[in-house]
């Protein structure tokens, strides 16, 4: 059973900076494509960021959102720069055996954290 321990996250304004963290319980941790989802009021969840071997991205988030993992601490990184109102959602980790943007390949899933990003 895989655990996922999502840190970061919190109140920023509009052009700041936010680093989230995902430790995962996992032995077989640098085996898992691990990505970044979130979630707003009244949308459905979406894929952020990914990463297996190689970073992968969504749309909104190649300019500006940066994924990276160190397997020696079992942990995945998403650095967010220039956030924006729009980008205030939950973000959740996930770990999945495939390389993937679609959040119904993966079995594990952190609890979240809100990010909010005032004007």
């Known amino acids: 059973q895989v655990q996922l321990e999502v840190t970061g996250g919190g109140l920023v304004q509009a052009g700041d900076s936010l680093r989230l963290s995902c430790t995962a319980s996992?032995?077989?941790?640098?085996?898992?494509?691990m990505a970044w989802f979130r979630q707003a009021p009244g949308k459905e969840r979406e894929f952020v960021a990914g990463i297996m071997w190689n970073p992968f991205y969504g749309d909104f988030a190649q300019d500006r959102f940066t994924v990276s993992r160190d397997n020696t601490k079992k942990t995945v990184y998403l650095q967010m720069n220039s956030l924006k109102p729009e980008d205030t959602a939950v973000y959740y980790c996930a770990a999945s055996s495939v390389t993937s943007r679609e959040s119904g390949r993966y079995f594990a899933w952190g609890q979240g954290t809100q990010v909010t990003v005032s004007a």
């Open positions: 996992a032995r077989a941790f640098s085996n898992y494509c």
